[in-house]
């Protein structure tokens, strides 16, 4: 496949992230769907006669080839659903980009990823929870994910360049311009450990429909997405609802009932949709962060008792054993029960210690 033909898909109009996904689930690859014929596309449910002409004319090359003179010429990275270097968190979302476009240098698939996520009118007390957090991951070899916007994310990508730490800077345009103006500067701070990246062809302008666009890629690319301050409305808790929707974890920062911008974080604590945090070592501890290096190494070594389980409790027991780790779906489909008792089981031996819940439902013997 190539490039422009990867960059083609994007711009065929009517067709989204998810079906395209399903076109080429059909044809196996983006060469052979463009090479198919009337007959072939009419027969697929839900194609329309435009697009169908969209891919037989083949116009869409025509704006793919001038994307790739953009890209070959300020040396930005595509990134390719099914290409290593694209973050796999993301890819495993099914509404995730087909196509990237990355400009800098980052791991995006590093092991331990936090997005950052808040209100544009950040307060002071939003500025000490930042500090606060990014003290405390520095040390952790972080990847830290946030949106370059006014406010809570302007505040994490200064504190995190400050500290050395590498970042992600996803934006709701095109590589072409840098929105808001002002944040220039910072931006070239973010590419000497991190990366600029965007779904968005390099002349996008910052329309206001493409921020959710960009919110869900923040969201899916992370293990949790920290709220830092937001209000009951806004491009936060639409992340935080979005991080939800992949499995993710959420986390919050309480706040006053009567400060506005506290009023999101405390809505989505008290819907239970957003763990509660009050600094960094409720993260490390939520997520299991600490000391994972000297964790694996004592593995090795400790010796493997089998606990006091019930006959129910060893079925799960043995299959994390064997697996390492496994998700509720994975433990669901071994032990045949339904969700309701497996449910119950899980509680019964996380609750015991005999197991340890990890980010996006998944699970392993303690």
Same mark, same amino acid.
């Given at each position: 496949?190539?490039?422009?033909?990867?960059?083609? %898909?994007?711009?065929?109009?009517?067709?989204?992230?998810?079906?395209?996904? #399903? %076109? #080429?689930?059909?044809?196996?690859?983006?060469?052979?769907?463009?090479?198919?014929?009337t007959?072939? %596309?009419?027969?697929?449910?839900?194609?329309?006669?435009?697009?169908? $002409?969209?891919?037989?004319?083949?116009?869409?090359?025509?704006?793919?080839?001038?994307? #790739?003179?953009h890209?070959?010429?300020?040396?930005?990275?595509?990134?390719?659903?099914?290409?290593?270097?694209?973050?796999?968190r993301?890819?495993?979302?099914d509404?995730?980009?087909?196509?990237?476009?990355?400009?800098?240098?980052?791991?995006?698939?590093?092991? /331990?990823?936090i997005?950052i996520?808040?209100?544009?009118?950040?307060?002071?007390?939003?500025?000490?929870?930042?500090?606060?957090? =990014?003290?405390?991951?520095?040390?952790?070899?972080?990847? !830290?994910?946030?949106?370059?916007?006014?406010?809570?994310?302007?505040?994490?990508?200064?504190?995190?360049? $400050?500290?050395?730490?590498?970042?992600?800077?996803?934006?709701?345009?095109g @590589?072409?311009?840098?929105?808001?103006?002002?944040?220039?500067d910072?931006?070239?701070?973010?590419?000497?450990?991190?990366?600029? %990246?965007?779904?968005?062809?390099?002349n996008?302008?910052?329309?206001?429909?493409?921020?959710?666009?960009?919110?869900?890629?923040?969201?899916?690319?992370?293990? *949790?997405?920290? !709220?830092?301050e937001?209000?009951?409305?806004?491009?936060a @808790?639409i992340?935080?609802?979005?991080?939800?929707?992949?499995?993710?974890? !959420?986390?919050?920062?309480?706040?006053? *009932?009567?400060?506005?911008?506290s009023?999101?974080?405390?809505?989505?604590?008290?819907?239970?949709?957003?763990? @509660?945090?009050?600094?960094?070592?409720?993260?490390?501890?939520?997520?299991?962060?600490?000391?994972?290096?000297?964790?694996?190494?004592?593995?090795?070594?400790?010796?493997?008792?089998m606990?006091? =389980?019930?006959?129910?409790?060893?079925?799960?027991?043995?299959? =994390?054993?064997? +697996?390492d780790?496994?998700?509720?779906?994975?433990?669901?489909?071994? +032990?045949?029960w339904?969700?309701?008792? @497996?449910?119950?089981?899980?509680?019964?031996?996380?609750?015991?210690?005999?197991?340890?819940?990890?980010?996006?439902k998944?699970? /392993?013997?303690?």
């Open positions: 496949m190539s490039a422009i033909e990867k960059i083609a %898909l994007t711009k065929i109009k009517g067709i989204g992230p998810k079906y395209s996904r #399903l %076109l #080429l689930a059909y044809f196996g690859n983006v060469a052979d769907l463009f090479a198919s014929s007959q072939e %596309l009419k027969s697929i449910p839900g194609l329309s006669s435009s697009i169908i $002409q969209q891919i037989q004319s083949k116009a869409c090359f025509q704006e793919a080839e001038e994307e #790739l003179h890209i070959e010429k300020h040396g930005i990275d595509l990134l390719w659903l099914e290409d290593k270097a694209y973050p796999q993301l890819r495993h979302c509404d995730a980009p087909l196509v990237i476009y990355s400009y800098g240098n980052a791991d995006y698939n590093n092991q /331990k990823v997005s996520v808040g209100t544009r009118n950040a307060t002071h007390y939003g500025k000490r929870i930042i500090d606060e957090l =990014l003290e405390g991951i520095r040390d952790l070899d972080v990847l !830290v994910v946030s949106g370059l916007a006014m406010g809570v994310d302007v505040m994490a990508h200064l504190g995190i360049v $400050q500290r050395n730490i590498s970042n992600i800077a996803v934006l709701g345009h @590589l072409s311009r840098i929105y808001p103006a002002h944040h220039r910072v931006s070239r701070e973010i590419i000497n450990n991190g990366a600029l %990246l965007t779904e968005f062809t390099f996008t302008i910052p329309d206001k429909n493409n921020f959710p666009m960009r919110n869900r890629i923040i969201a899916g690319m992370a293990d *949790v997405t920290v !709220v830092v937001a209000g009951e409305k806004g491009g @808790l992340t935080a609802g979005l991080a939800n929707d992949y499995n993710r974890d !959420v986390c919050a920062y309480p706040g006053a *009932v009567d400060q506005l911008y009023a999101g974080c405390n809505l989505l604590i008290k819907n239970n949709q957003a763990h @509660l945090i009050r600094n960094s070592l409720d993260l490390l501890d939520l997520m299991q962060w600490h000391d994972i290096d000297n964790g694996k190494k004592e593995k090795g070594i400790q010796l493997s008792l606990p006091d =389980l019930s006959d129910d409790q060893r079925i799960v027991h043995e299959f =994390l054993r064997e +697996s780790e496994a998700s509720v779906d994975e433990i669901a489909f071994h +032990s045949d339904p969700q309701s008792k @497996l449910a119950i089981v899980l509680l019964e031996m996380e609750m015991a210690e005999h197991i340890v819940a990890l980010p996006g998944v699970y /392993k013997n303690n």
